[in-house]
């Protein structure tokens, strides 16, 4: 069985950073697309990052040149290492896991087959 633990979540300033981390139990996180999801109140989800099993990134536009995406394989955990932070970052971020290996879309959610539950970010003015 699949399970997906986020972890890092918390409040920080403006241009604050934070890690955010989440592993992986009964899957290789090295071998399959994995990413980085985020939903703030009122919004629709949104792909933040992603990479897949070849080792290639995405990012949301809005992520690019902040947020870095990677994976520890020995440990079988994502990370997300996020700086510059704005308010606009604020929402509870989630990671998941395909079954597939890529993706012409990895930013899209119906790609994705096991989520966790989640890790609130809150970034204050």
């Known amino acids: 069985q699949v399970h997906l633990v986020e972890g890092g979540g918390g409040s920080v300033p403006v241009g604050g950073s934070l890690r955010l981390s989440c592993a992986a139990s009964?899957?290789?996180?090295?071998?399959?697309?994995m990413g980085w999801f985020r939903q703030a109140p009122g919004k629709e989800r949104e792909g933040v990052a992603a990479?897949?099993?070849?080792?290639?990134?995405s990012y949301a536009e809005s992520a690019k040149g902040r947020f870095a995406v990677s994976e520890d394989d020995t440990k079988n955990t994502l990370y997300l290492q996020m700086n510059s932070l704005e308010p606009e970052d604020t929402a509870k971020y989630s990671c998941?896991?395909?079954?597939?290996?890529?993706?012409?879309?990895?930013?899209?959610?119906?790609?994705?087959?096991?989520w966790g539950q989640g890790t609130q970010v809150t970034v204050s003015s």
């Open positions: 990479i897949d099993g070849f080792g290639r990134i």
């Open positions: 009964g899957y290789s996180t090295k071998d399959y697309l």
């Open positions: 998941a896991a395909a079954l597939v290996h890529y993706s012409d879309y990895p930013l899209s959610a119906s790609r994705y087959y096991y």
